[in-house]
C-alpha cells in the first residue's frame, strides 16, 4: 500500500466524517467529488421532498442496458432499483437520526475499507435505509458515460458526468468530452507554457508524480512561476 493510496483514503473517509458532522448539526448535505462536470444546472430544489433518506447516484458497470431506458425519463430522481450498486461520488443525505448513525458506522470502518462507498454500502446493509437514485442518464457514470455510448447518443440529457472509473489522464478524456476541460482557465499561470508543455510530456504514459516532476521541473528551468 503506498502513500499516495493512504493520502486518498484519507481523504475519502475524511469526506464521509464531514458529512456526518454536517448532518449532526441538523443540516442536509449535498456532495460531490472533485471529479465531477456538471454540463446544465441540475434541480436540487425539491431534493427534500422525497422523503428518503439517501439520494445516490449509479455505479452500474457494464450498464447500458439498465441506464439506457432512464434516457426517456425526465425526473431527475428516481427509484432505488437506478443504483442498487450505488456510489459515493454524488450524494445527498438528509438530517436525520438513522442517516446520522448510518454515517457515524462508515466512518468507523472507513479505514478498514478500500473505500468510502465501500464503508458506506457495509452501513447500508446493517441499517437498511430508504433511498432514490439520481436518473442515471441525466447523472452519467464514466463508465456508461465513455464506453456504453450516452456520450455518443444521449449527451444532450446530461446534467452531470462522473469521470469514475478512469483514473490520471482519462478523467482528463472524460471532461474533454463533455466540452469541461479548460487547460488556460485550470492553470492560468500556465497558460502560456501549456502548448510548450504538453510536447514535453507523453501526458497518456505518466503517472501523476512523474507528470507532476516534469511540470515543475520544465517550470523550474524556464523561470515562471
Given at each position: 500500500i503506498n502513500a499516495e493510496y493512504m493520502g486518498y483514503k484519507k481523504i475519502m473517509c475524511t469526506k464521509v466524517g464531514i458529512t456526518r458532522h454536517l448532518a449532526e448539526l441538523g443540516y442536509n448535505v449535498i456532495g460531490f467529488d472533485a471529479d465531477i462536470a456538471f454540463r446544465k444546472v441540475p434541480q436540487f430544489d425539491d431534493l427534500d421532498d422525497h422523503q428518503s433518506d439517501f439520494i445516490l447516484s449509479s455505479d452500474q458497470h457494464p450498464g447500458a442496458e439498465k441506464t439506457v431506458p432512464y434516457c426517456y425519463n425526465n425526473e431527475h430522481v428516481v427509484?432505488?432499483?437506478?443504483?442498487?450498486?450505488?456510489?459515493?461520488?454524488m450524494y445527498y443525505v438528509a438530517s436525520k437520526p438513522k442517516t446520522i448513525s448510518i454515517l457515524r458506522r462508515a466512518e468507523r470502518v472507513c479505514p478498514y475499507s478500500n473505500t468510502d462507498q465501500e464503508s458506506l454500502h457495509a452501513a447500508?446493509?446493517?441499517?437498511?435505509?430508504?433511498?432514490?437514485?439520481?436518473?442515471?442518464?441525466?447523472?452519467?457514470?464514466?463508465?456508461?458515460?465513455?464506453?456504453?455510448g450516452l456520450s455518443t447518443n444521449y449527451s444532450e440529457k446530461a446534467v452531470m458526468v462522473h469521470a469514475n472509473f478512469h483514473i490520471g489522464t482519462g478523467k482528463q478524456g472524460v471532461f474533454e468530452k463533455t466540452g469541461m476541460w479548460h487547460k488556460k482557465c485550470l492553470y492560468p499561470k500556465l497558460a502560456l507554457y501549456m502548448?510548450?508543455?504538453?510536447?514535453?510530456?507523453?501526458w497518456h504514459r505518466q503517472a501523476p508524480?512523474?507528470?507532476?516532476?516534469e511540470v515543475f521541473e520544465y517550470i523550474r528551468n524556464h523561470k515562471t512561476t
Open positions: 427509484s432505488s432499483e437506478a443504483c442498487q450498486d450505488f456510489c459515493a461520488g447500508f446493509r446493517h441499517f437498511k435505509p430508504s433511498f432514490k437514485c439520481f436518473n442515471p442518464c441525466m447523472y452519467a457514470n464514466g463508465y456508461t458515460w465513455m464506453w456504453e502548448d510548450e508543455l504538453e510536447k514535453h510530456i507523453i508524480g512523474e507528470m507532476r516532476k
